[in-house]
């Protein structure tokens, strides 16, 4: 026995000198970081000289600040509609594909390609879908007799925020589809035939027998839409830069301006810091109601 | 009167056709098993049955109806799957009313039929459990409760006992045959286990590379097996094969020199004898030798006895290798491993010519 244990032990220091080269870097580049980002919070700086403490009036302030809560609003129909979209389009193309589509294969390679572009390669590309008088979108319009809605898709308030977003489901649906359609290789087939024999509609089959079976790889990919549509920033600085008059303003384009382009790095520091509280919460929420829904 | 009746059924998975034209006739409350080996094709026809393949040519009748074209649950079928195919999150009492919630069956008639089914399986106090809580046969019980309800007109079963222990398939097999006498309904079971067969079966149809070998009771098919596949896929231990030529023929009467075989074996064989010359099987049942009795004699080398208590199975060989198995009653004592004699009735052995067709 007492072999044994010191064998243990052995296998216990050998396990943490394993661990360490990842935790020290952990701790480095996320932790020591996060860290000082809750202690700038808490400060002025203008990135230049010593920051100075100034408590919670930071927090203050931005609960009073009607910019952040214009974009915390855009990024909360960034995470509806952003996460709703793409795993509901992606759950019914990836059903499709795995029930044996002809071609299967090419269809993946060609719904998951946006995942490999670049978010600014994307969003070069549906600035040009969108462009006003040239852009794809805007000439097929006016081809089939609808000119009259050809609009500035990313100059008009009304629009920019929802045009941006359609990019974005359109990236993440290539992803929804991929992980879902390595979930759906899971699935008990024989399960779907019993549900068959049952009676079971195709649609009954579907949110019955299939979803259910593919619920821990649809948390997953939930967690990372909500997480993703609360961090959002590449695509939309690179097509709106948060305009036109703030109308596509999401938390991490406003942060950006005001830490790097006010200066205002202690303020920037506050809002990064709630961000990330509300997407951790938000991600959260969303693997209980999954767990809700399983038991 | 629900028979189900297949004509000229075809299937094919691109150019390669796995089930070759079967026709076959299944008669109201009757108990038909598929058997044959891994591959044969005995699953895939059990599915076509059930609507869940599409079937490439031929019609398929259950009752007084065509329900070549149908979806499964518009054929009176129910099915019971060799995993069980329990939906794992819900409880077995939603996987016993899934299909009668699917089919807007009134709630109290739901609600009574899951009693029922319930009770007559001995599922009680398990109904509010997921199926991942239950071990193999009580898992085994819902499936079969889930097929009950439904109360089908034809039950269908794919090999529902082949992931149980030995004992509890022994069990299990018990309560399908009880099953099949409370219901008084049409089962078609499918098994690649002939002991399963021969125990539950009216009606066996033996299956092989997508064909039919043979139909008949589980009896007929062992008396009188129509070529060597069936005469060799049922008994168990199988039957002995030994290679043999024809010496004389005179009438009906015909002879045969066979390996091992000390003197001559002369049989009649009536309907189609063989020529002087041709090369043939001899088949001997394990159950049919005797160690020094009376009949054709067989020359061995005893290799390993299995001694079950009542009845012990001797491996043994002839002096060219050929493997034989000998199903000796009582004890095997004083033995000259090297040079036993086999004996057997040339009544009970059967002719098999080079093609397999059996000669009688």
Request: charged content about 20%.
């Amino acid at each position: 026995m007492a072999q044994q244990s010191r064998r243990g032990s052995q296998r216990q220091k050998a396990g943490f000198w394993f661990v360490l080269p990842a935790f020290l870097f952990y701790v480095a580049f996320f932790a020591y970081p996060f860290l000082s980002t809750v202690y700038l919070s808490m400060t002025e700086w203008n990135g230049i000289g010593d920051p100075k403490f100034t408590g919670l009036t930071n927090y203050v302030r931005l609960v009073q600040d009607g910019a952040m809560w214009s974009a915390l609003t855009n990024n909360v129909i960034w995470v509806v509609l952003g996460t709703a979209a793409p795993i509901f389009v992606g759950l019914i193309i990836s059903v499709m594909l795995w029930t044996g589509v002809k071609g299967a294969g090419v269809f993946r390679t060609i719904y998951f390609l946006p995942m490999v572009l670049s978010p600014v390669v994307i969003g070069v590309i549906w600035n040009w879908i969108y462009n006003p008088l040239f852009g794809l979108l805007n000439t097929g319009l006016r081809n089939v007799g609808l000119g009259k809605w050809a609009i500035g898709w990313l100059g008009e308030t009304e629009t920019a925020l929802y045009a941006v977003l359609l990019t974005a489901i359109w990236t993440y649906m290539g992803f929804c589809i991929v992980v879902l359609y390595a979930g759906l290789q899971k699935v008990d087939t024989e399960l779907v035939d019993a549900a068959r024999i049952d009676g079971a509609n195709p649609w009954q089959r579907f949110k019955n027998v299939i979803v259910p079976q593919i619920r821990p790889v649809l948390t997953m990919v939930i967690v990372y839409t909500v997480i993703g549509g609360f961090n959002v920033f590449d695509v939309v600085w690179v097509m709106t830069g948060g305009g036109p008059n703030n109308a596509s303003e999401v938390i991490a384009t406003y942060t950006y301006e005001v830490a790097f382009q006010n200066s205002e790095n202690g303020y920037g520091a506050t809002l990064s810091v709630v961000m990330s509280f509300v997407a951790l919460g938000a991600a959260y929420l969303a693997m209980k109601f999954r767990r809700a829904g399983e038991a | 009167m629900v028979e189900v009746n297949l004509k000229n059924v075809k299937k094919a998975y691109g150019n390669v056709e796995v089930i070759h034209g079967i026709d076959l006739e299944i008669k109201d409350n009757e108990f038909c098993v598929f058997v044959g080996p891994s591959g044969c094709g005995k699953s895939t026809l059990l599915r076509m049955i059930a609507g869940l393949e599409d079937i490439n040519a031929g019609e398929i009748w259950i009752g007084d109806k065509d329900v070549t074209d149908l979806e499964p649950v518009d054929r009176g079928i129910s099915m019971v799957f060799q995993t069980y195919a329990l939906y794992p999150h819900m409880t077995v009492r939603e996987n016993i009313k899934f299909g009668l919630e699917v089919a807007k069956v009134p709630k109290d008639e739901i609600d009574r039929r899951v009693a029922d089914a319930a009770k007559n399986l001995q599922l009680d106090s398990y109904l509010d459990r997921k199926p991942g809580q239950l071990s193999g046969g009580q898992r085994q019980r819902v499936a079969i409760g889930r097929s009950i309800v439904r109360k089908p007109d034809v039950f269908l079963f794919d090999e529902p006992l082949s992931n149980l222990d030995a004992e509890l398939r022994v069990h299990m097999r018990i309560e399908i045959a009880r099953l099949h006498n409370r219901l008084d309904s049409t089962m078609i079971y499918v098994t690649h286990d002939q002991v399963e067969a021969m125990t539950l079966a009216d009606k066996i149809v033996v299956l092989q590379a997508g064909r039919i070998e043979q139909v008949g009771s589980p009896l007929h098919l062992y008396d009188d097996p129509d070529n060597q596949f069936v005469a060799g896929f049922i008994g168990s231990p199988s039957m002995n094969f030994l290679p043999g030529k024809v010496t004389s023929v005179s009438g009906s009467s015909v002879s045969v020199a066979f390996e091992g075989g000390v003197d001559e074996l002369t049989v009649e064989l009536s309907q189609n004898p063989p020529a002087v010359g041709d090369t043939v099987a001899v088949g001997i049942r394990p159950e049919h030798f005797t160690i020094n009795g009376t009949g054709t004699k067989l020359s061995v080398r005893s290799d390993v006895t299995e001694q079950m208590g009542g009845v012990g199975y001797m491996h043994a060989y002839t002096d060219k290798e050929t493997h034989v198995v000998a199903e000796i009653r009582g004890r095997i004592t004083d033995l000259d491993k090297d040079n036993v004699v086999l004996t057997f009735d040339p009544k009970q052995s059967f002719i098999f010519n080079q093609t397999g067709a059996r000669l009688r």
